[in-house]
């Protein structure tokens, strides 16, 4: 079975900061993607990114991206000029190529002071 | 386009009485999942449908809980009786399959309290 794990169950940084929450897996297949949802307060599971691990190039949204290192099952999500917005849980996520349902981890709590 | 629908939104009940969620997912999607979250397990999946079929339901907790989807813009997650300890954040969501690599849009939750 697949497992993600996010090792930081809490992080606290100071508005504009840029902050990188850290993710691993734990897979033996080569077909899969990943995902970073955001669960701000209001309680929706918000996508912020996704990256295709056949893609060697790192995947960018905006003041968002991500650190895919595929040999070492790595996924971490980088938040630049981070806003008061941005406080939330924030889950990554793996999913198989050709497989249905995700599965996530523990989530991290990010907080952004003003 | 209207998103994933859930209700109710928040539910409080007693132990052993019958609890129904239901959901409306993205019209046009052919898969859907129920997810469970709590803070000691965080966001687990339940059960999931393609095309109307159930296709794994390894992570419904017990007997207690059971789920259908009658037709494609419709689905209920029931729990009869309900304990204490299904009281969770239940989510419903929908995706176009594998096409789009998985990408799982969800509903707001339904805030379960069983009291």
Known sequence: AQTVTQSQPEMSVQEAETVTLSCTYDTSENNYYLFWYKQPPSRQMI????QEAYKQQNATENRFSVNFQKAAKSFSLKISDSQLGDTAMYFCAFVLGGADGLTFGKGTHLIIQP | DAGVIQS??????EMGQEVTLRCKPISGHNSLFWYRQTMMRGLELLIYFNNNVPID?????????????????FSTLKIQPSEPRDSAVYFCASSSGRALGGELFFGEGSRLTVL
Request: hydrophobic content about 35%; charged content about 30%.
């Open chain 1, 47 to 50: 996508l912020v990114i996704r």
């Open chain 2, 57 to 73: 339901d390894s992570g419904m907790p017990e007997d207690r809980f059971s789920a259908k989807m009658p037709n494609a813009s």
């Open chain 2, 8 to 13: 109710p939104r928040h539910e409080v009940t």
